[in-house]
């Protein structure tokens, strides 16, 4: 089931467009789809993950809830998992992890030094999200023939925590991915203060 998202846009002049977006518009529900599109879809997976890109926006704070447009319960992340031998972004046939600890000041995560290192994180677990390739799907990034995309595939993950009150609090936020042997590559923590209601 694709997540439920308020506010698209899709056209000209939009930012990346992740799989979700185009099955919200339509694009996937008949059989003349997009060779750009089937492609994404299709794409296949790897396992030779080393490292993960990450990128955040200076805003990029989400609403998963129409009937409170001021609330903040979730947030958008922009993700690359380097394949080994490609030596850029691709598709992960293992687990992605995204965990949100309470970061409090002083007791803010240790930073990875190698790919696969563990971080280790002081703080209280928040929230954590963990998604299979299946449920990775949506959030693949639609790759438009007419541009070039030096950083190969790459996911925008749009993460919710539902009801949970975050407001103005100070939070890390972990990226992993599990390989299927069961390795974690792990990225250094992000560090954010979530702000309060109507400031989205």
């Known amino acids: 089931m ?14 990346p467009v992740a799989l979700w977006m185009v099955a919200l518009a339509g694009l996937l529900s008949g ?9 994404t879809r299709d794409a296949p997976l790897f396992d030779d993950i080393i490292r993960i890109r990450a990128f955040i926006r200076p805003t990029p704070w989400l609403n998963f809830d ?7 319960d ?3 992340v922009n993700m690359y998992l380097e ?32 790919p696969g290192a563990s971080t280790r994180v002081t703080g209280k677990k928040l929230f954590e999200w963990n998604l299979s390739p299946e449920q990775a799907m949506p ?8 541009r070039t995309y030096v950083m190969g595939d790459g996911y925008q993950l749009r993460l919710s925590w539902g009801d ?10 972990v990226l992993e991915y599990i390989r299927t042997d069961g390795r974690p590559v792990v990225r250094s923590p992000f560090h954010l203060r979530i702000p309060t209601p109507g400031q989205l």
């Open 2 to 15: 694709y997540p439920r998202i308020f506010d698209v846009r899709i056209g000209a002049g939009c930012g």
């Open 31 to 39: 059989c003349d789809v997009p060779p750009h599109v089937q492609r």
């Open 66 to 72: 129409p009937s409170d447009p001021k609330k903040i």
């Open 74 to 76: 979730g947030m958008a």
């Open 83 to 114: 394949s080994a031998r490609l030596q850029k972004g691709v598709f992960g046939a293992g687990t992605i992890k995204v965990t949100m600890y309470e970061d409090t000041v002083g007791e803010k995560a240790a930073t990875t030094t190698a």
């Open 139 to 146: 959030y693949r990034v639609v790759q438009r023939p007419e």
């Open 164 to 173: 949970l009150d975050l407001s103005n609090r100070q939070v890390c936020v």
